[in-house]
């Protein structure tokens, strides 16, 4: 997130060294000066006979055309420095208004409409607001294969944990504080392909599985986690009524984790209550979600 320090400065406006036509105006012959005065005296009065004219031909005074527009586009353009500084201004004052928002707190979000209408825009997942929404409306194809890394972190039932850079480095963080916290968490499933999950999806339980392409773990962004507690594995429904599991729920958010499936939500999310998977979706997202009380991925980024 930019900050408005980071802002790049734009280049300074040029050195008042375009005193010239100043200094050629005050050479200038008085001739030169005479016609110029006309000039000015000429425009005045076609601008007296304009507003004389302007309600006899339904002309709104109040609203400036575009010629009169123009004429204050003229004046207030440079070369003088001081004109070309509230030129600049606008420019940077929006440019720096995103990284404002961005930084009073979680970032607000108007929502998405998903445009992808083909197998091969589904190469990509459906992104609110920089985050990935996967599930059974917004699906991505076999080609989605995002970019992995093996997590070093305890693992149950699979070879080995493989995440998104991302998520991978958060998951760290989140199984070293459960660690302090004297918790031990275990990953019971990671990154699963889309081959892996049409398998899992034909062999399993349909309301807990989703069909291949609305996984979010073919996101590398999705874990389904358990604890250890005296040499037993706690998971499933269990791990929802274990200190661990509540540990979890109340922790994972500090780190960018959240409780994706809560239960009665499947209404909305497609999936049945799963105390197991955290989905990453990044510190800001996650503690937005605990702040504002949304139980769902998809209110939150009010999906459309
Ligand atoms: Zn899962």
Same mark, same amino acid.
């Given at each position: ?5 980071? !802002? ?7 050195? #008042? +060294? ?10 200038? #012959? ?24 302007? #309600? ?15 004429? $204050? ?26 990284? !404002? ?18 197998? +091969? ?15 059974? !409306? ?11 890394? +093996?997590?070093? $972190?305890?693992?149950?039932?699979? #070879? ?8 991978? /480095? ?13 918790? /031990?968490?275990? $990953? ?8 892996? *999950? ?8 349909? *309301? ?19 604890? &250890? ?14 200190? &661990? ?19 009665? *939500?499947?209404?909305? +999310?497609? &999936?049945?209550? !799963? ?9 800001? $997202? ?12 998809? *209110? ?5």
């Amino acid at each position: 997130m930019r900050s408005p320090g980071a !802002e790049p400065r734009r280049a300074a406006p040029p050195e #008042p +060294t375009t005193a010239v036509p100043r200094h050629a105006l005050r050479a200038a #012959p008085t001739r030169v000066r005479g016609y110029r005065l006309l000039g000015a005296l000429g425009i005045v009065l076609s601008f007296v006979a304009g507003l004389l004219a302007g #309600p006899m031909l339904g002309i709104d005074p109040g609203r400036p055309s575009d010629a009169d527009a123009a004429t $204050v586009a003229t004046v207030t353009a440079p070369p003088a420095p001081v004109a070309t500084s509230p030129t600049l201004a606008p420019a940077s004052a929006s440019a720096s208004a995103p990284a !404002e928002d961005a930084e009073s707190g979680p970032p607000e979000c108007d929502g998405a409409k998903d445009t992808r209408r083909t197998t +091969t825009a589904r190469k990509t997942p459906f992104t609110v607001c920089g985050v990935a929404l996967i599930n059974k !409306e917004h699906r991505v194809s076999a080609a989605y294969s995002p970019k992995l890394v +093996t997590v070093d $972190v305890r693992a149950n039932g699979i #070879p080995k944990v493989l995440l998104q850079p991302v998520a991978g /480095t958060a998951l760290k963080k989140l199984f070293a504080a459960a660690a302090r916290a004297g918790h /031990t968490l275990v $990953v019971r499933s990671s990154y699963r392909s889309y081959a892996t *999950q049409a398998y899992w999806y034909a062999t399993m339980n349909k *309301q807990r599985t989703a069909p291949a392409g609305a996984s979010e773990h073919q996101s590398g962004l999705a874990v389904d986690l358990a604890g &250890i507690a005296n040499g037993a594995l706690v998971h499933g429904t269990t791990l929802a009524r274990s200190a &661990i599991g509540k540990w979890l729920v109340k922790n994972a958010p500090k780190y960018g984790f959240i409780l994706r499936y809560p239960s009665d *939500q499947a209404a909305l +999310t497609g &999936i049945v209550y !799963e105390p197991w998977h955290f989905r990453y979706v990044g510190i800001d $997202v996650a503690k937005g979600v605990v702040a504002t009380k949304t139980k769902t991925l998809e *209110q939150y980024l009010r999906e459309t």
